[in-house]
């Protein structure tokens, strides 16, 4: 089993739809990222988070420490917004080594 | 902003053939990792490197082997292809410690035919 568990694996949404991708993970952690991988094969890291949440354009993404799951919204979804959302989480010691959930690929459609 | 260079993006290859595959990074990153991904698997680490000549296995290290003789550099060495080993890699480097972003490649997507 996955240490992390991503859903939905698929989405498609219509433009300016509320979007939320859920991250499940079973290990006790410091801090979640979540990146954005688009077509061709590019990936950019979103965002890092420990607590609370962050907020970046229409991007948000919280986290629960205590339930070990995190999310990632986006309001106001755009075309441009397709793309494969992918979590991680750390593992061992030194906090650099990542262990990957499978992604979620979501289409927005015009 | 950071730059990380994967040699190629697209590469065919025969079976049994000696692969290198070369990742370049400017920001003096201390930290640099090998992945491949694979639909329905996502990624996976191949080896790790957190140092001029040091490396570590990930989870997948069979069949290939890496070396980092210079900072920025750190290859991907597949001593005997075969079938099994087409995917794409991506190469990532990072800064030592906590809550420092990867930053990747464009990533290279290697047949094996």
């Given amino acids: 089993k996955n240490e992390v568990e991503q859903s939905p694996q698929n989405l498609t949404a219509q433009e300016g739809e509320f979007i939320t991708i859920n991250c499940s993970y079973s290990v006790g952690i410091s801090a979640l990222h979540w990146l954005q991988q688009h077509p061709g094969g590019g990936i950019v890291s979103l965002f890092m988070l420990s607590s609370g949440k962050k907020k970046h354009g229409r991007l948000i993404a919280t986290i629960n420490i205590q339930e070990k799951h995190s999310s990632l919204h986006i309001t106001a979804s755009h075309p441009r917004d397709s793309a494969v959302y992918i979590c991680a989480v750390p593992v061992g010691t030194s906090g650099s080594r990542l262990t990957f959930g499978e992604g979620t690929q979501l289409t927005v459609n015009p | 902003d950071v730059k990380v260079t994967q040699s190629s993006r697209y590469l065919v290859k025969r079976t049994g053939e000696k692969v290198f595959l070369e990742c370049v990074q400017d920001m003096d990153h201390e930290n640099m ?17 957190y140092d001029v000549k040091m490396k570590e296995k990930g989870d997948i290290p069979e069949g290939y082997s890496v070396s980092r003789e210079k900072k920025e ?34 990533g290279t997507r290697l047949s094996i035919l």
Avoid at chain 2, 81 to 90: D, F, G, I, R
């Fill in chain 2, 33 to 49: 990792f090998w992945y491949r991904q694979d639909p329905g698997l996502g990624l996976r680490l191949i080896y790790f490197s």
């Fill in chain 2, 73 to 106: 550099r750190f290859s991907l060495i597949l001593e005997s292809a075969s079938t099994n080993q087409t995917s794409m890699y991506l190469c990532a480097s990072t800064h030592s410690g906590e809550y420092q972003p990867q930053h990747f490649g464009d």
